[in-house]
């Protein structure tokens, strides 16, 4: 998926691990500028 964004132009914040679930998850931000969240 991060990978889809940066190519549509999308900056993500780089891949980190969640320390509650210990899965990956980045951060991006909406045409507003609002941050969304991804989860693995």
Same mark, same amino acid.
Do not use: A, G, K
């Given at each position: 998926m991060v990978k /889809?964004?940066?190519a549509r132009g999308i900056a993500t914040e780089?891949?980190?691990i969640d320390d509650y679930t210990g899965k990956k998850m980045? %951060? %991006?931000q909406d045409p507003d500028g609002l941050p969304l969240e991804?989860? /693995?």
């Open positions: /889809e964004l940066n780089p891949v980190r980045t %951060f %991006f991804i989860h /693995e």
